[in-house]
T-cell receptor, first 114, second 112 residues
């Protein structure tokens, strides 16, 4: 299974943009890049996913490098409620039973200062 | 409301006493999965299921059993719980394919 590498922690100021990086140099052509976040005392929450093109939704944007070996989750205006652990994960779907596996790394702990 | 429901939220039990943690989803998802979360070890997958009667081991399946007799339910069974299974457990479900998983609120299990 392809692995991802993220910084252990990052800090941001409230109402400023945050760019959370993720490296996945061994990604395969059928791996989707997923991002989840986990707020304290809660279950992980799906944020966004993409394959090759950049993606936007109401929560965040996902920028994917042209060679797909890295990606960046962008929170356009950080709020105190965005303080969480953010996980970058690869979800492969080439094989029928591969889509069931979702391997979480250690993630990036984001703190947001007022 | 689309959701994954786990029960119970909290459970304290004794070593060796069989228990079941239930998980139910109302989104007609094919994939379901169980994770445990421990300090310093992160989220680790226990078992997952691709559809009814189709399950496979995750990274830490020892000491656990699962079954998928109906699409909506995916119970986690601990036949003989031990203290090292004290952990926070999460159930999750997803459509087949690339979509994101929806997670339950978690079950905090303590085995004494």
């Amino acid at each position: 299974d392809a692995k991802t590498t993220q910084p252990n922690s990052m800090e941001s100021n409230e109402e400023e943009p945050v760019h959370l990086p993720c490296n996945h140099s061994t990604i395969s052509g059928t791996d989707y890049i997923h991002w989840y976040r986990q707020l304290p005392s809660q279950g992980p929450e799906y944020v966004i996913h993409g394959l090759t093109s950049n993606v936007n939704n109401r929560m965040a944007s996902l920028a994917i490098a042209e060679d797909r070996k890295s990606s960046t989750l962008i929170l356009h205006r950080a709020t105190l409620r965005d303080a969480a652990v953010y996980y970058c994960i690869l979800r492969g779907i080439r094989l029928r039973n591969q889509g069931g596996k979702l391997i979480f790394g250690q993630g990036t702990e984001l703190s947001v200062k007022p | 409301e689309a959701q994954v429901t786990q029960n119970p939220r909290y459970l304290i039990t004794v070593t060796g006493k069989k228990l079941t943690v239930t998980c139910s989803q109302n989104m007609n998802h094919e994939y379901m999965s169980w994770y445990r979360q421990d300090p310093g070890l992160g989220l680790r997958q226990i078992y997952y299921s691709m559809n009814v009667e189709v399950t496979d081991k995750g990274d830490v399946p020892e000491g656990y059993k699962v079954s998928r007799k109906e699409k909506r339910n995916f119970p986690l069974i601990l036949e003989s719980p031990s203290p090292n299974q004290t952990s926070l457990y999460f159930c999750a479900s997803s459509q087949q394919g690339a979509d994101g998983y929806t997670f339950g609120s978690g079950t905090r299990l303590t085995v004494v």
